[in-house]
């Protein structure tokens, strides 16, 4: 099994996409209107995932699916995750509105897709934490309303590690923010990390000329994954082997 990972798909499918004849697959908010590099981006998505993604495999997805604002409106970029091979596993991004009562998100979501809210997805020994995440203190667009959200979001990335039990030989966190500010100054996040050993955090949200200001790929100890789509050309990214 390989596990892949690409975030910000910022999917806007007006009706169920279809593979076969994407000119009846219109978007309602195409990307390419802000960024031409993302000019028929979610046929890119498609193409790269079918041609290296098995369906043995699992791919992370870090928040930023879809622009919908009500859950129903997601039904068709939903509905095009579950055309696609391999286990998807995902957190919520800033963008996803949709995202609201879990339980209603978990009943519309495809057969081959885990949804991560306060607590995790095992495979075997390997376990898959995660939390949308947010702006971190000190950071140059840091306000003081931030503070709550950040503080939430702490506690839901400890929720996630707490729910585990049992042996693990392995945790990977998604999220959506990256967990530090732009200065990759010491944060809660990383304290948390430490605390349960997490060696492997993915985390997206960065696009264009942002993703300067990614992270190191290691640093205090952990891997860093930035899997921003458009900084990925499109195409998930390669994270580990694992065999249960």
């Known amino acids: 099994m390989k596990i892949y990972a690409i975030s910000d798909l910022h999917l806007s499918f007006s009706r169920t996409p279809d593979p076969a004849n994407w000119i009846n697959s219109p978007e309602y908010k195409p990307m390419s209107d802000v960024d031409e590099s993302w000019t028929a981006h979610a046929i890119r998505i498609y193409e790269n995932w ?8 699992v791919v992370l997805v870090g928040g930023d699916i879809s622009w919908a604002m009500r859950l129903e409106e997601a039904r068709p970029d939903l509905h095009f995750l579950g055309l696609l091979p391999g286990l998807i596993v995902a957190v919520q991004g800033n963008h996803d509105y949709w ?11 495809p057969s081959n897709m885990r949804l991560i809210q306060n607590d995790h997805v095992r495979l075997g020994n390997l376990v898959i934490c995660g939390t949308r995440g947010w702006l971190c203190p000190n950071g140059a667009f840091f306000k003081d309303e931030d503070m709550k959200i950040y503080k939430r979001e702490l506690i839901r990335l400890r929720n996630s590690l707490e729910s585990v039990k049992g ?3 392995e945790i ?3 999220m959506h923010y990256m967990p530090t500010n732009e200065k990759h100054e010491y944060s809660g996040f990383i304290e948390i990390f430490q605390e349960y050993s997490v060696k492997h955090v ?3 949200h960065l696009h264009a000329r942002a993703c300067r200001y990614r992270l190191p790929d290691q640093a205090w100890g952990i891997n860093f994954y930035l899997t921003s789509a458009d900084y990925l050309s499109f195409t998930p990214r390669f994270i580990m082997n694992w065999s249960f």
């Open 202 to 204: 993915v985390y997206g």
């Open 167 to 169: 042996p693990v030989d």
């Open 99 to 109: 995202w609201q009562s879990i339980s209603r998100v978990r009943a519309l979501a």
């Open 172 to 174: 990977i966190v998604i």
């Open 50 to 57: 079918t041609r290296i993604v098995t369906h043995d495999d």
